[in-house]
């Protein structure tokens, strides 16, 4: 244990680490803080970049830079009411009607001071759910791994915030695409359509960056400009901390356990966990109706919550390779790349890298204090840089970066042809994390599906038969016709309460 | 780019059966009852189901919440252009950032990395409101500033093309 942990800090004490780390965290803060380029966008066009460093560094890039991102979002949302990322958004209004009060110091050093301590809980998380289950997954069979990619795929459809028939049909898109090319049951070309270029498959990484950064920038393309930010003097942003800590300590853990919890869950990330920690803080509070009017509970409790999840929704990656998040589908597909191909004998195999990756995302919450503060007080000038000198980056960015993938044309036909899709898709709200989900997932759902179908000769029973599968496949229909029941029963009560009316 | 359900629900199952279809016709591998046509085979007809669902509304009303969500504030407050062709052509903007990524698939071996590059930049520049005191240095700059993190220090084969960078 002292010795992995002794193996760990020799890896991550290289130069390469830390200036990797430190030029990841200032690229996070920029990223997330500009209106429109969300945390998922800054990790996906980190990934050509990733290719070039050795595996520790290349983590650590992908941590530093998403912890910062989400954390940075907070900055114009409370300045301009406009979140930097969709992360931010849940408590974007609370958080300017503070600004509005005169307490935007308050506001933003809640925001730095309960994402890093909710970054901390996540770790701890990690490390404390990660080797137990590990041991548990040592035992799974096909079956069992069937289940739980159904299972993974079912939650992200379960938690889009859009009609579930749209989410699960955007999850099969993502199966269908990851259909394509001859890595199959059967070695057999399908649906390549006689082109070369089909014949590996659709890879993740490209597809990820249209989905995310070319749809952004045509999105941008039909939206006005945000308004500039205001110069203004900040006082002390750490003052009062403390205080708040003390006083809401119930709040900030619960949005800890909250944040945690939906991270594990997969295709669930941090933009949810602070919906639903926001929702939770106004329900549970002593004061509810100071809520909306700048009020710092439900940003503790939010706060707290969407980095927290941002850790654990590592769990499952690193674990299954299973993604929590649409930010953990990206890191996956770098871990393959790595040659740490995520399972649970990762924590036996590479013990001392599992214990980097936790002492990297320790590092990085504890950096993000002094350079959050930092952000804080330059933001008005770096949101002073016009979206028409920001967009045309980023296409260059994604053009360059899809190429660098496979130095293969391809990639960039995939960026832009996805960009299209997921541009169309939200458009019609149909989730774009589901598909995403579909694609990193497609392979191996489809492996452990026909390889368990070969092992029962055709029969489903066994599918039933051992009983962690057993628990699973209850988990995974229950996910399934979890609508159908939220459906019936919004057809049944309108009709009792009409019922009674008449009565 | 907003189409009506019964649009996007239809293509569904379109999409879905021409799978299902693509998954039948695969030759069976010999001395496997399972092979790679059944994943198509299941995913298309999941597919076309959902398709069939969106098509008739189910599932509509878990949408509502939806369009309270800004994800940009000021989204849903998109200026509105004059006249009912000029709206249809302003919407078209939107195809100009994958119409340029396949114009630098076209273009980068022939011109290079340099000169396809700032044509870009100008263009989605210009697009979003750029003046051409801003968006002409920025096109002249930012290649190179490309070129030099990608092409030199990650050592991206870019196509050197006419304009060869100096370094």
């Known amino acids: ?503 | 780019m907003r189409l009506p359900d019964s649009v996007t629900g239809s293509f569904l199952v379109a999409l879905g059966a021409a799978a299902a279809y693509g998954g039948w016709i695969l030759p069976p591998v010999p001395g496997q009852p399972v092979g790679p046509n059944v994943f198509p085979l299941v995913i298309g007809s999941g597919l076309a189901l959902c398709g069939v669902a969106i098509v008739f509304g189910i599932g509509h009303s878990f949408e509502e919440e939806e369009e309270l969500i800004p994800l940009e504030d000021g989204q849903a407050a998109a200026p509105p252009p004059q006249g009912r062709l000029e709206s249809k052509l302003y919407g078209l903007r939107a195809l100009l950032p994958p119409a340029l990524l396949l114009f630098y698939v076209l273009a980068a071996d022939r011109l290079g990395f340099i000169i396809t590059a700032a044509i870009m930049v100008y263009v989605t520049s210009t697009a979003l409101g750029a003046k051409w005191k801003l968006a002409l240095p920025l096109a002249a700059l930012s290649p190179f500033a490309i070129h030099l993190i990608f092409g030199k220090l990650l050592r991206v084969p870019l196509p050197a093309g006419l304009l060869p960078t100096p370094w």
């Open chain 1, 1 to 503: 244990m002292l010795k992995t942990l002794l193996d760990a800090f020799a890896l991550i004490s290289t130069w390469e680490v830390i200036i990797a780390m430190f030029a990841a965290s200032v690229y996070g803060l920029v990223i997330g803080s500009l209106p429109g380029l969300s945390a998922t966008m800054a990790t996906a066009l980190l990934v050509p970049v990733t290719f070039y460093l050795s595996p520790i560094a290349a983590i650590a890039t992908i941590v530093a830079a998403s912890s910062m991102a989400i954390f940075s979002g907070d900055i114009p949302g409370a300045l301009l009411r406009i979140p930097g990322t969709p992360a931010s958004a849940a408590y974007a209004d609370e958080a300017y009607a503070m600004t509005r009060k005169g307490q935007a110091e308050l506001a933003l050093g809640a925001g730095v001071w309960f994402s890093a301590i909710g970054g901390i809980a996540g770790v701890l998380s990690l490390m404390i759910l990660a080797p137990p289950l590990a041991e548990i997954a040592l035992s799974f069979s096909t079956y069992e791994y069937f289940w739980l990619a159904l299972l993974g795929l079912m939650c992200a459809t379960l938690v889009a915030r859009s009609s579930p028939v749209k989410a699960i049909a955007g999850m099969f898109l993502g199966l269908l695409v990851s259909c394509i090319g001859i890595e199959n049951p059967g070695g057999v070309p399908r649906f390549t359509f006689g082109l070369t270029d089909l014949f590996g498959g659709i890879e993740p990484i490209p597809a990820l960056v249209g989905v995310f950064a070319v749809a952004q920038v045509m999105r941008a393309m039909l939206t006005p400009e945000p308004p500039p930010l205001p110069r203004r003097k900040f006082g002390s942003i750490m003052a009062g901390q403390w205080k708040l800590t003390k006083q809401y300590h119930w709040q900030m853990t619960r949005g800890n356990i909250v944040g945690i919890i939906i991270g594990v869950l997969p295709g669930a990330g941090a933009d949810m966990a602070a919906w639903v920690s926001y929702a939770m803080s106004k329900r549970f509070s002593k004061e509810p109706e100071k809520f909306g009017t700048g009020h710092v509970e439900g940003l503790v409790e939010a706060g707290a919550s969407n980095n927290a999840s941002i850790a654990s929704g590592w769990v499952p990656s690193l674990l299954f390779g299973i993604p929590g998040d649409t930010i953990a589908a990206i890191a996956i597909g770098v871990l393959y790349m790595k040659g740490l191909n995520p399972g649970p004998t990762l924590f036996t195999e590479k013990a001392s890298s599992m214990y980097a990756i936790y002492l990297m995302f320790i590092i990085a919450n504890i950096m993000m204090i002094p350079l959050g503060i930092v952000m804080i007080r330059v933001a008005a000038y770096i949101l002073l840089a016009p979206r028409s000198t920001v967009m045309p980056i980023i296409m260059l960015c994604c053009a360059v970066g899809s190429f660098a993938i496979g130095n293969n044309m391809f990639g960039v036909v995939t960026v832009a042809a996805f960009g299209v899709i997921g541009y169309v898709m939200e458009a019609n709200g149909y989730p774009v994390a589901a598909m995403v989900l579909g694609i990193v997932m497609g392979t191996m759902v489809e492996q452990a599906f026909v390889t368990s179908l070969i092992k029962s000769d055709g029969s489903i029973l066994p599918f039933f038969e051992r009983p962690v599968a057993a628990i699973l496949a209850a988990m995974a229909i229950g996910a399934l016709l979890w609508p159908v029941m939220v459906w019936a029963w919004r057809k049944v009560k309108p009709a009792q309460t009409a019922a009674a009316a008449s009565r």
